[in-house]
């Protein structure tokens, strides 16, 4: 199983035996997506040829994208022999830029702090130390991640920061 990151670069790889060093010209290998009971060729990925020869079928897929997440088939013939190998390919996106806002409520005596930030998959959000209800929400983006917003809002005490 490969665990990849939102935007990366992966290499799929797939042994296989070839009884020793072959000519290229007759091996051929391709990377299908397996979804649905429907075998797809993959068309993000690219064989890299050098290793083929010596058994082993590259398959390069960059710029890793939630919807390449799933299961791959990689298929070899050589001559009239045939293999097959199953990879799985799961994709993550960390939360790692998380957007606040501070911003005083008009008219009230009350503050509201709110936390933004997008990745897959969906996150929870927790405020420590607090017990008031907060209002939080997400929307996916055309990408396929998710937008969390959570919102707090609240009467600031003397002497107590918020970060």
């Not at 010209?25 to 083929?52: F, H, P, Y």
């Not at 501070?102 to 503050?111: A, C, H, I, M, R």
Request: overall charge neutral; aromatic content about 10%; proline content about 5%.
């Amino acid at each position: 199983m490969y665990m990849v990151d939102y935007g990366s670069n992966v290499t799929l790889e797939c042994d296989f035996d070839t009884g020793g060093p072959v000519e290229l010209g007759i091996l051929k290998a391709s990377l299908q997506k397996v979804e649905n009971d429907t075998v797809l060729l993959s068309e993000r990925a690219t064989l890299l040829e050098e290793q083929l020869p010596l058994g082993k079928a590259l398959f390069l897929i960059p710029r890793i994208q939630l919807k390449d997440a799933g299961q791959y088939r990689c298929l070899i013939i050589y001559g009239i022999a045939w293999d097959y190998k199953y990879l799985t390919l799961k994709v993550k996106a960390s939360y790692k830029k998380i957007n606040t806002r501070y911003l005083k409520v008009s008219g009230t005596d009350e503050v509201e702090l709110t936390c933004q930030a997008e990745g897959y998959p969906l996150a929870e959000v927790s405020w420590p130390n607090i017990s008031i209800p907060t209002n939080t929400s997400h929307t996916k983006t055309s990408e396929g991640l998710y937008q969390v917003t959570s919102v707090l809002r609240l009467k600031p005490h003397p002497g107590r920061n918020f970060s």
